[in-house]
């Protein structure tokens, strides 16, 4: 089974507008953790946030936030008011356990078009 | 300054050829990695260290060989290359095993024709 599952290749969103990455995942481990990254099309894989399995509060940076529902195994991510500078792919990625060693799994990624 | 930086960006190179690609990082973290992205974007982990120390080895073929030569500093070596090793490598930097920041290089592209 996959552990991290994005079902979005590809997104659209209206400059300004707000938009929703999918992300759910698969674990049984009670410790874990959960990344977003974005890689435009230079390259490089910027970290944009993270949630913990035991924190209380989604995570939020800045125009960033991460709805997590636990019992439903979802972390989406939120991108509010989107800028043209957005536009990239979005990976959701999840590290197992305290002793994980931080070893990433990663999702297949969403593609984000934004539109002016 | 670069975070994490890697070096080169761009390889070109024939096949059987042996080839390094050096990493940095300026973070004073004490864990590294090396994450393979294929054609389909599809990013899995090769290596981690930890002070030096090797911790995670993901069944990538021996001729694979990452060397710490101190906690700053995560090299791979790859021997006799292969057209399927031709993709991007990411290194990455944490501050310990655990955590919840993971710092990637621009990743290193290696075409091998």
Redesign the interface.
Known sequence: AQKITQTQPGMFVQEKEAVTLDCTYDTSDPSY?L?W?K?PS??????LI?Q?SYDQQNATEGRYSLNFQKARKSANLVISASQLGDSA?Y?C?M?EG???????I?G??TRLAVHP | DTAVSQTPKYLVTQMGNDKSIKCEQNLGHD?M?W?KQDS??????MF?Y?NKEL??N?TVPNRFSPKSPDKAHLNLHINSLELGDSA?Y?C?S?PG???????????S?LTVV
Do not use: H, P
């Open positions: 953790g990344f990254y890689q230079s390259g490089e894989m910027i970290f993270y913990g792919m990976f990625a590290r305290d002793g994980g060693y931080n070893k990433l990663f297949a990624g | 864990t990695y994450y389909k974007k599809f990013l899995k982990i981690s930890n911790i995670i993901e991007v990411f990455a944490s095993l655990s955590g919840n920041t993971i710092y990637f290089g621009e990743g592209w």
